[in-house]
């Protein structure tokens, strides 16, 4: 009898607009089978991981899970099919512990906090698992390889039984990798099926039984790996023989070009995570630099860079002290030096940037003109695209949407085609297939024959010892030897890497536990060869996994109940589908709304024909409208400003107000005795710095202390009412009488110097801060787009750790850039206090809950300044419409209007949500279906019983 495939993919095809990442490809993977999946960047290994794992939906194809056909539309619908991923870009909450993103999603039977119980069953998942973790630690204090590791667990805990790991060993240690590959085999032996996509073909030839190979999306292979070997597997990639040998060219080293004199480095945790180091990096040379994962090759990378502080010791770049300087301050010195960070999304790229903006992270600074040149930048992300063959339809795509290899390309590529004098590079080739690799050590060895000075951080001692001249081992943050690695041995490495001294001049004996150890952390292991063991394992298979791991097959636990509401996150849609769901969300909310309507007496079509002409039937009608927009349009352009450099101003009111309560003390102290332009100026100056000082006060708290901007934004909104209030009652803005009696608290007008300017089209009447606006429109996009500010904004925006590393000040960028937001808003306030539509006065309902709207505005046009004047003008022909509708339709209650409004706004606001995110309602579904079953069942019985008893009869 054939046996039954786990997993059957059945001509599965994805495209994202015009790339076809996967094409008609076919695969199995059997129950207690491990497949490896191979193939260059970009030939669509992940894409189609991710259409098992429910993050994509395949354009065409079927996915068959134990012989049944299956329709997996999201991560949970995968989960409950005891499908497991575990992603190459970490998918954690960074301000959740280890603990909470490992329960993420698990079903809370006795409320929301998590248990003591489940704290200790995570606990002995990782100790069985050999994981050394510390749950309460929070995912962004963690090193990279802790984060792979809360990765790992997070599925093994769920008890997968179908198994995907995309890089899994990617940051482990050699001793971790092990542990994996034991636990691997174990739940194998179970009869679990594993699909593991890795690069490195020694671990394809180890773990896996066969080996399926991609090629720019199709399929072009599947084979046993006992019947293949390394040379066929990367032929079969890359569409031609390749040399798998890396070059080592003689070059005589040169003088010190970098150099660390006892160095202590602190980490965060308070402890020493590198401890009295010293060593020089010479011209001509690549210097390794080997040890266990966490050992202080993050913190000794950051530091050289500018990163991170340092405890004591020197830091000398040819003769200069760089110990204490920023990433700024070296790259002002001219130093030129380049740094290539493990975490390349988190670190050293910006992800929501295109290819052509990250090729400038560090050199945008240039020239003199406040405006970003590009045209280099372009130039630089073509060669790098076209040298080291970046699959990508264009430079202008975000590098986000890149596979993790074409990633690290990108980062590499950047960092080496500054033509650096020192490279500091961290794992330059995890992730990267084997072409990729072997170009990339080229590139360092040409580098070295430049007399550039390399000091390559790595974990595949093999290669250390191939591609370097001198290695350096760090155990414990501190240097337990520098050997020359044409004289040494990956077991000696091992030894140092352990804290452990080998004994050259000891006669050949039996290893100790210790020097056993060392050894099988460091030896590669030959290919497995299909012994007893793993060929009768699907002979001998449990329900449950209960090995040195954890439980990793739960039949029951995966099959678990449909949930009533199921959201996941969609692939991201094309703009004619965005702008179908906008329509609907419009359509929806006038559907409601004309129930509304109708309940007031009116007919809903003619009142929304009303609603959309009203507002320009009369000059009267338009005039309001103008006056409506302007202080949209400036406040959701303010707020934007911080939006974009996700600092969450919801202070727009407050900051609103508190600009015209400024412009309105100047106008009234200086009066008449001014021009009205000189008036108009002063006003709109005190106007931007009575906003820009409501602004800076939670700027200026988050840079110092951390505390969250929402909160106070939103009380400083109160504070700002209360200071309004105070003084109408209490100082100027009141009427009294003779006697000096106040008779009735009122705003005073603003002397005449102090009216906005009118122009006149026709018979339509405006203020001159239109004009304004829409200038303010223009020169925001500009900066956004085009300034080194905005460039900076945007980088900010998108990782504070980037912009760290691009030595941008993360403080002064947020100050800054929070002082411009509120300013802008507060500007706003002077206007509308300047114009008519508020008869030149203060009033109570200055703002009109403008910067809440403001917000909405801001949001639902991207951040996109022309996108807000299209959505300003569209909110204001709603207001003034649903004003003329009212007075067309007596019967219509001005509430219905309101209502109207906030329907529209809450549809809209829901498609962007849908855009999104995917609601399904499996578990009605699924009832539905069964109901249709039972009565289809039901009806077939009595039908059967009937024909018995006839025949009976």
Known sequence: MKEQAAIKLSGISKSFGTVRANDDISLFVKKGEILSLLGENGSGKTTLMNMISGIYKPDAGEIFVNGEKVVISSPEDSKRLGIGMVHQHFKLVESFTAAENILIGAEQKSGIFLKKSQIKQIEETAKKMGFKIDLKKRVCDMAVSEKQTVEILKVLYYGADIL????PTAVLTLQETRKLFEILRQMKANGCAIIIITHKLNEVMEISDRVTVLRKGKSVGSIKTAETDHKQLTELMVGRAVELEIEHPVVTAGENLLELNNVTIINDEGAKAIDDVSFAVRSGEILGVAGVSGCGQKELCEAIAGLQKIESGNIIFKGDHIE???PKQIIQKGISMSFIPEDRLGMGLAGSLSITDNMILKTYR???SPFVDRKAARTLANKVIDELGVVTPSASLPVRRLSGGNVQKVLVGREIESEPNVI????????LDINSSYAIYNILNREKEKGTGVLFVGEDLDVMLELCDRIMVLCHGRVTGILNAAETSKEQLGLLMTGTQSDDSAKPKAKTETEQNAVLATEEAAPVQNDEATQNTTDNKADTYSGDAATTKAPKKTRKKEPLIQISKRAELGLYKKFILYALAVFAALAVGGIFIAANGANPFEYYIEVITGCFKSPLRIKGFLRLIMPLIITSIGISFAFKMRFWNIGANGQFIMGALAATTVSLAIGDSLPQWITLIIMAAAGCIGGALFGLIPALLKVKF???????????????????????????????????????????????SGWMYELKIGAVTFDVSLIIAIVIVVLAFIYYRYTKQGYEIAVVGDSKNTARYAGMS???IMIRTMLISAALVGLAGMFQVASVATSHTLSDGISHDVGWTGIIVAWLSKLNPFGILITSCLMGVLEQGCNSAESVFPTVSPTASDILE?????TVLAADFFIRYSIRFPGIARKVLKNNNDDINTEQNQITEKAESEVRL
């Not at 906030?902 to 809450?906: A, D, H, P, R």
């Open 164 to 167: 995907i790991l995309d890089e």
């Open 324 to 326: 204490h300087n920023t």
């Open 366 to 368: 240039s020239g003199s």
């Open 424 to 431: 500091i590079t961290a794992y330059p080739v995890r992730g």
């Open 706 to 752: 951390g505390t969250n901007e929402t909160l106070l934004t939103l009380m400083l909104n109160y504070i700002a009412l209360y200071l309004i209030m105070y003084f109408k009652n209490v100082y100027f803005y009141r009427t009294v009488n003779a006697q000096g009696e106040v008779l009735f608290p009122e705003y005073k007008a603003l002397p005449k």
């Open 810 to 812: 993360v403080s002064k």
């Open 902 to 906: 906030g329907i529209i706004l809450f």
